[in-house]
Structure formats: structure tokens, C-alpha cells
């Protein structure tokens, strides 16, 4: 248990569909980030978020949408995504965001686009 | 840019046996972190170690140790006496200062570590 919990654990969904990841961490971090992991493929930065404010957007497509209501949650909002899509999304939180601090991450959701 | 190198994809040992993960890396900052994190099957990205720059001491934690060697660009981790529970994927990870966390985590394609019991 990291303290950073993320729902659904497992997500299928069709191309025209519309969904929202959710992650939450009690460890009083003030930094968020989503990642995707895809097979064979390194961890991709996709946004970081410090203090509720949105800080990097790594190129990600618009039919990704993040939102960060306060420190604590996380969301992703998915439309209209591409098979391609389909990978593990992670979450993660670190104490601030600064190079020299761990990140301490979810179980991630397994997203399925058909 | 930064780039992390783990060219082992994947490892298969026999329980008890010694096991060392390769981890190369290039940075052009001079104060820099490294990380290794452990992936179990259930899908979370576990933190082992953290170790900056300036630090080439080796560390040892239980069965784990970490080789940091600034000369060759590496940091090695090794477990002795290898257990089944040890079966996950492992990631090195770098985080520069230039970047000042705005650009997370730079990370290996992973070694997937296979413990035969």
C-alpha cells in the first residue's frame, strides 16, 4: 500500500465513449503526475500537476484531459481515444515537485480501447 | 535530454542465486538523482532507493545493493540470494536538476526479473 490509490483498476471502453480515471493519495503531497506505460516502451510522462496547478503538458493529445480539484485527487478524462491508447495509466505524488524527491505511485488502471 | 538504458529486458535465475540489473544512463546536469523501482504483478511502481549525484558510496539494504559508478554512467542493483518474491519488473530512473521536476521521472524500459524456484 503506497497511499495513492487509483480507480478503476481495469477499463474497457469503446472509441466513442467517454471516461474519467480517478486517483487519490493520502500522503499529503503536494505534486500529482500521470504516466502511461505502455508494452515494451519506458514510462511516459504525460502532466504534472504542483499544488493544483497544471506545470507540464508532455505533447499529450487533447483527448486527454487532465483536472486536479485540490492536492489530493486526479482525474483523467478520456474521449474518443484510439486503440493505441490502451495501456497502463499511472498515477503518482511526490512531496513537491522537485528532481532530488520519490514519487510514490498507484496500481494504475489497465485501459482496454476497442 | 536524459535517457536511462536497461538492457537487460529480461532475466531468468534459480532461487538462491545471484542476480545483478544493469542501469546506464546520460545526463548533462551535474546534480542528479537515481532511482530504482520495483513493479510487482499487481501493478504498482514500489520506490527501493534514491541516490544523488554526489553520493558514489554504495549502499547495501538487506539482500539488495546498489553499485553507483559516476565514471561508467552506471548504478547496478544486485540481489543475493534471489527469492520468488522477488519476481517483478525493476526500473532505474534518473531526475536531473536542469529539468527543476518539471520533467519527472525519466525512466528504463524496465528488466523483467524471473525467479525459478
Known amino acids: 500500500e503506497t497511499g495513492v490509490t487509483q480507480t478503476p483498476r481495469h477499463l474497457v471502453m469503446g472509441m466513442t465513449n467517454k471516461k474519467s480515471l480517478k486517483c487519490e493519495q493520502h500522503?499529503?503531497?503536494?505534486?500529482m503526475y500521470w504516466y502511461k506505460q505502455s508494452a515494451k516502451k519506458p514510462l511516459e510522462l504525460m502532466f504534472v500537476?504542483?499544488?493544483?496547478?497544471?506545470?507540464e503538458n508532455n505533447s499529450v493529445p487533447s483527448r486527454f484531459s487532465p483536472e486536479c480539484p485540490n492536492s489530493s485527487h486526479l482525474f483523467l478524462h478520456l474521449h474518443t481515444l484510439q486503440p493505441e491508447d490502451s495501456a497502463l495509466y499511472l498515477c503518482?505524488?511526490?512531496?513537491?515537485?522537485?528532481?532530488?524527491?520519490?514519487?510514490?505511485f498507484g496500481q494504475g488502471t489497465r485501459l482496454t480501447v476497442v | 535530454a536524459q535517457k536511462v538504458t536497461q538492457a537487460q529486458t529480461e532475466i531468468s535465475v534459480v532461487e538462491k542465486e545471484d542476480v545483478t540489473l544493469d542501469c546506464v544512463y546520460e545526463?548533462?546536469?551535474?546534480?542528479?538523482?537515481l532511482f530504482w523501482y520495483k513493479q510487482p504483478p499487481s501493478g504498482e511502481l514500489v520506490f527501493l532507493i534514491r541516490?544523488?549525484?554526489?553520493?558514489?558510496q554504495n549502499e547495501i539494504s538487506g539482500r539488495y545493493s546498489w553499485n553507483f559508478q559516476k565514471s561508467t554512467s552506471s548504478f547496478n542493483f544486485t540481489i543475493t540470494a534471489s527469492q520468488v518474491v522477488d519476481s517483478a519488473v525493476y526500473f532505474c530512473?534518473?531526475?536531473?536538476?536542469?529539468?527543476?521536476?518539471?520533467?519527472?521521472?525519466?525512466f528504463g524500459k524496465g528488466t523483467h526479473l524471473i525467479i525459478q524456484p
Open positions: 503518482a505524488s511526490s512531496q513537491e515537485k522537485a528532481f532530488n524527491t520519490e514519487a510514490f
Open positions: 545526463t548533462r546536469d551535474t546534480t542528479y538523482y
Open positions: 530512473a534518473l531526475s536531473g536538476s536542469s529539468g527543476g521536476g518539471a520533467d519527472g521521472l525519466t
Open positions: 500522503l499529503g503531497h503536494n505534486a
Open positions: 541516490r544523488n549525484s554526489f553520493d558514489e
Open positions: 500537476y504542483n499544488f493544483k496547478e497544471q506545470t
